[in-house]
């Protein structure tokens, strides 16, 4: 784990100096941000460990007091009972995403052939950042429904603070590797629309080599209703309130086909922003409308989708990871298993 933090240190290091042959300005600000945000990483060692297996005072949690208070706490409280350690955790996630973004986007106004692959590097650890920073929104949604199974809940919440316990050297991969390698497949597929079957976007899905378990999950034959709407949403990247109101001005208007124009427009979505237009940063905005969308649906009643596509994965991997040993004396699946990617 170490030589991935030094590679990560050395990525941004060569990124720095490559911006400071066309911006010094620009290159030392960068500098003394990460340096900040390792100050961030730093300062919250300095806390009681989250996994140190004892209390410590008002602040320190075993790690079982910390799941059963994540597990039974109203969430309208959650910030105000939260370790700081796990807040300082929760904020570096989110930074570490902003000044990767920062980074790239400094290095995409200098487009030159002898750092092209520099800002694919800075671009792959932006899309990561993103992504873990995602793993952790779905892991706490899975932690906050009440109506999981409390094994499930506490699950979840155990992977969640090895998270904050540690965000400097953990990712994505170091949890669900599955989710990873769905999300880079689901940010290579171009949204045609079409007739809205969605036929088009998942055999790019195939041809993007998403992983088998994620297909093969959302195509079973006995999929409940709210699982494959949510794997439409996922496969146009908008809720499905947004896709039944394309369908309700297609039969208004006589329309079979359309195109992205005719979605951005209908939807009223801002001038230039598409969804799910390919990049990390549309992905992680679609997820959270999504999500957003799950929630409301799960405070309202209203029909549709409880969780996303990759939350109701979220939830069938730790289903499994929690399974006690067969009958042939085989390991339940652990949630840290590359195999399924």
């Not at 499930?152 to 965000?167: G, K, Q």
């Not at 409940?224 to 896709?243: C, S, V, Y």
């Not at 951005?264 to 969804?275: D, F, H, I, M, Y």
Request: aromatic share 8%.
């Amino acid at each position: 784990m170490e030589s991935m933090v030094r590679s990560a240190q050395q990525l941004v290091d060569k990124a720095i100096s490559c911006l400071a042959r066309h911006d010094a300005e620009a290159a030392r600000t960068m500098r003394a941000e990460f340096e900040r945000l390792a100050d961030i990483a730093r300062m919250a060692k300095n806390f009681p460990p989250l996994l140190n297996g004892k209390d410590e005072g008002a602040n320190g949690f075993s790690a079982d007091r910390l799941v059963h208070v994540l597990c039974s706490i109203d969430t309208g409280m959650s910030s105000l009972n939260m370790p700081v350690r796990a807040v300082m955790g929760s904020a570096f996630l989110t930074g570490k995403v902003q000044l990767f973004n920062a980074l790239h986007e400094h290095l995409e106004r200098y487009p030159n052939s002898d750092h092209e692959e520099l800002s694919r590097a800075v671009k792959a650890q932006l899309s990561k950042s993103i992504y873990t920073m995602l793993l952790a929104s779905l892991l706490w949604d899975v932690v906050r429904n009440q109506a999981n199974p409390v094994a499930i809940r506490e699950r979840s919440a155990t992977e969640l603070v090895r998270l904050w316990e540690s965000p400097e050297r953990l990712s994505v991969a170091d949890f669900f590797p599955v989710l990873e390698a769905v999300w880079n497949a689901r940010n290579r597929v171009e949204v045609k629309y079409g007739a809205l079957m969605g036929v088009t976007e998942f055999f790019q899905l195939i041809r993007e080599a998403c992983p088998v378990l994620f297909l093969s999950y959302f195509t079973r034959e006995d999929i409940p209703d709210e699982e494959r709407d949510a794997f439409e949403e996922f496969l146009f990247g908008i809720p499905g309130e947004e896709l039944d109101r394309l369908r309700k001005v297609m039969l208004e208007k006589g329309v079979n086909v359309i195109d992205q124009k005719f979605a951005s427009s209908t939807l009223k979505l801002p001038s230039g922003r598409a969804p799910a237009s390919g990049t990390p940063q549309a992905l992680y905005a679609s997820h959270r409308r999504r999500q957003r969308a799950a929630e409301l649906r799960r405070l309202t009643g209203f029909p549709g989708p409880k969780n996303t596509a990759e939350g109701y994965l979220l939830l069938h991997l730790l289903a499994r990871s929690i399974q006690p040993p067969d009958a042939t004396g085989g390991a339940g699946t652990t949630c840290h298993s590359r195999r399924d990617t």
